[in-house]
């Protein structure tokens, strides 16, 4: 599925993350981007050792949830990768929404500093994290669009989606937020 967003591309696809040609691959990582499961592992173990060796010297502390930091891509076809820290979920009544709103927008920022023209993100925190499905893929769409709406940037977006759920999920996400618009 692919939809134009004030000049922009934003693109669902479902497959692997770690095999897309892109210039920034977001990483679903943990606050003390300590490697893990999931995309995570999919992402490290298809990169290599470089990432974890850039990440645990350029961010000794982690990275705080809410929130995303970049490092080099190892062995992966892209310049970057960003590690978001998506929240856990615990109910929703914990700040998850805005903190996974701003996990997306500053994996945005920062591929705008850098100066990226496609990222590939995943559904950030839906697996191990527990974030509802449906209420994840919202945020996700809904903090996209609006960033391409108002940043005109950046010029595509791809959300990598490694289940049909997942992808369903996203799609029809997509479709209600075109429609409202
Ligand atoms: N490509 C794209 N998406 C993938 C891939 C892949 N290769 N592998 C898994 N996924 C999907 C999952 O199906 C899920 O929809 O990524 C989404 C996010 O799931 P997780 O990887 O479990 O990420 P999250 O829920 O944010 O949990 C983060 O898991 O492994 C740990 O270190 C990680 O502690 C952190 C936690």
Redesign the pocket.
Known sequence: MLVNVCGCKLQLIQ????EQHVDAIVN???SQL??????????HAAGGPGIMNDTAARYPEGCPTGSAVASSAGNLSAKFVFHAV?PIWRGGKEGEPALLQTAYRKCLQLAVQHDCKTIAF??????????PLDLAANVAVKTVTDFQKWHKKPPEVRF????EG?YGAFARSLEIQMEVQ
């Open positions: 497959g692997d993350i770690t679903a990582a943990n300590a490697g893990g499961s999931g995309v995570d592992g999919a992402i998506g995943p559904a950030i925190s839906a697996g191990a994290y527990g974030y990598v989606l490694f289940t997942t």
